[in-house]
């Protein structure tokens, strides 16, 4: 089971651990960053699976579409983690360019 690297919350950059090493995210803490990571991606970021990632400069930045666009949209990226089953999402308001919300799912069972 590969792991996930421990991201600053504010910084969204790798922390060290006690000893100084790269600090290694556990779960149940490591599936909910790796549904932040993925909702972050950009459509085409990603060179190993350009098709992955949220249509952020085509659907959304300077966009005048619905809100449901973009709660789809994660909806669907968040469901690509493994180990996440019966995602919502609850957006809070847009102020300054700034949209606030939650991302909820259950932890699934992944069958390998």
């Known amino acids: 089971m590969a792991g996930t690297l421990l991201l600053d919350r504010d910084t969204w950059d790798l922390c060290a651990d006690a000893q100084g090493n790269i600090a290694v995210a556990t779960e149940p803490y490591s599936l909910s960053q790796d549904v932040a990571s993925e909702c972050r991606v950009y459509l085409g970021e990603c060179y190993y699976d350009t098709t ?33 089953s019966d995602v919502t999402v609850f957006l809070t308001g847009i102020t300054n360019r700034e949209i606030g919300g939650q991302i909820q799912f259950s932890q699934g069972v992944t069958v390998l």
């Open 52 to 84: 992955r990632g949220i249509p952020y400069p085509s659907q959304v930045l300077g966009q005048m579409q619905p809100v449901q666009v973009l709660k789809e949209s994660l909806v669907t990226a968040a469901s690509l983690v493994p180990g996440v």
